[in-house]
Structures are given as structure tokens and as C-alpha cells.
């Protein structure tokens, strides 16, 4: 298989998708499907790019993430660690660890990010958790919306 970046972080016969298919927790970011899980390595390959001021969801769950930032520059919330992240960094997302990504600069944020096909679905902080999170100073400046 082989799929031509065809342009402007698009690639050939592979449709540009919402982020996420309802909610309002996230903003200005899009998804597309490189590779989808073949039995042998059930795993899914992903670009999202978040648009300049946009945000991915405030969440955790279960499964892991692999993220390679692919285009411009952002910030990234990691548990209780907050990275200004660019071009070529590479992230870990730990099981059960609160992450966000945030397109903080004027340019967008792009990046690959893998999954297992299997996966549990993302929680998103209770008024508790978000209570706890805005502790620290440098969290709540992040997550403010
Ligand atoms: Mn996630």
C-alpha cells in the first residue's frame, strides 16, 4: 500500500473527518485515516491538525497514545506537564493521564498520533477533576477555554 501526500498535509483518497463525532469540548480540528488496523498490527495511524486558537479535547482513558508532531508548533498538557512542542518532537501519552493539545501559535498544529484499533473511550474531567487540575497555576492557564 502506499499513500501520496498529495499537498498541504492531505493525502490521496483520504477524507478530511471531523475530529470527533460530537461534543464541544474540542475546537478548529480536523482528522484523517492513513492506515487502519491490519490484523498483523492492529493499529490505526491518524493525522489531526488543529487550526490556529484550536484545541483537541481535555481527556483520558485506558489505551496509549504514540504522537509525532508533523507541522508548526503548540503546547501540550501530559499529566501535570505542560510542553511547548514542534516539528519533529516526539510524545508518549500514558495510560489513564490527562492530555490536550492547543494550537497556541499562529500557525496550525499538525501531527501523527497511533492507537490501537481497540480502544476504550475517552473520559473527560468531572467538576471534581477539574477543581484538581486547576491547582496548579500553569494547568489552569492551560485548560481555560
Ligand atoms: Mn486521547
Redesign the pocket.
Known sequence: MFIRHSGDYRWENVQLLAYKEEGNHFKNITRQILLDGQPELPCQVRYFEIASGGYS?L?Q?QHI?YVVISRGNGDALVGDAIYHVQEKDVLM?PSLTW?QFRATSDQPLGFICLVHMERDK?LLPTEEDLKLLNQNPDIAEFIRC
Open positions: 479535547t481527556e482513558h497514545h501519552i492530555h475517552a
